[in-house]
């Protein structure tokens, strides 16, 4: 039953700057798209449906009391892992990945739904089990399996992006829950040797895009073509861009991708680093109002959820930045709530969901 206190309580501050930041990448990506003429559906009218749906499933979110979270969250875990071992059985191949499982009216990917359950899950395990000193590595022994699992069957589909995304959002949930220093100095260099190890386990394109990070210019018309452009749509925008819809890089189409993996070129080409402070900046507050609706959630599950939340979001901004700048290998990972797709947007707007529900419940009722 929804409580009418709670509307007393409602977050405008977190859907403020949510709707700020989906605006501002509906307004970049008409004008990433504006050269390519009559489509049936332009893809930023696209992109504001989905947010339309996105901002009605997280306020459906909201109805229910996050805490029965708490109890289905190793069914949902179960259930995901499933479907990511349907996705090798029967799963639909794209472009020489096995990502999707076709359901007829939509292709699931259950690796993103992943994201959102993977919070649950260890908001539970890490809400429940508090060791007196921190964590070791045999309390660490379950998270690390509940993490293993699914990183790797997503390893096999093959996507990266996604993994890396995965792990390091369980990794720095497990973090704010308090690890002993001897045990962080052991990951430290298990992390190490695993690296090493995982380089020879890599596909070849993978691969190659590690070296690509490393020496662009080494394939500048190949693999390298990606980071060149968009690094040369950066810079050319100096301190105030060039103007809306007068990037040469994205109007020209010299810039690939520029509607999803490198949506911010396009904006950082037409508005400069001023610009791009503005968007910076609004992000930064984004994560700190998620941290700042973590310090004063009702219970420890109520924090861990807006933690994991609050993660996904960091994680996603910062691979996205260090990419199209060329400080991150490329991994195809979407900037939330400014590049363009269907399936990030409702990913994105179920944590916005999730943070709203523990911060409309921050006082017992």
Known sequence: MFDRRLLTHFDWVLITLVTLLAAVGVVNLYSATSTWGVQLTPLH????????????????????????LEYFGFIAYGVNLALLFGVLVIGKT???????????????????????????????????????????????????LLLGLPVLLILKQPDLGTALLIFFIGGTMALFAGIRRRTLGLLGCLGGLVAWAG??????????????????????????????????????????????????????????????DFAFSVFAEEWGFSGCLVLIALYLLLLLWGIYIARRAADRFGMFLALGVTAMLFWHIVVNLGMVIGLLPVVGVPLPLFSYGGTSMITTMIGVGLLLNVSMRRFVF
């Open 94 to 144: 794209i472009m020489g990945a096995t990502r999707w499982i076709d359901l007829g009216f939509i292709n699931l990917q259950p690796s993103e739904v992943l994201k959102i359950v993977i919070i649950i899950t260890f908001a539970r395990y890490f809400s429940r089990t508090v060791p007196a000193l921190g964590f070791n590595l045999r309390n660490l022994g379950v998270p690390f």
């Open 199 to 260: 380089w020879y386990k890599l596909h070849d394109y993978q691969r190659e895009r590690i070296l690509t990070f490393l020496d662009p210019e080494r394939d500048p018309l190949g693999s390298g073509y990606h980071i060149i452009q968009s690094k040369i749509a950066v810079g050319s925008g100096g301190f105030l861009g060039k103007g809306f819809m007068a990037g040469t890089q994205s109007q020209l189409s010299f810039l690939p991708e520029r509607h999803t």
């Open 45 to 68: 009218l696209k992109q504001i449906s989905w947010f339309g749906i996105g901002l009605l499933i997280a306020l459906a979110v909201c109805i229910f009391d996050y805490r029965h």
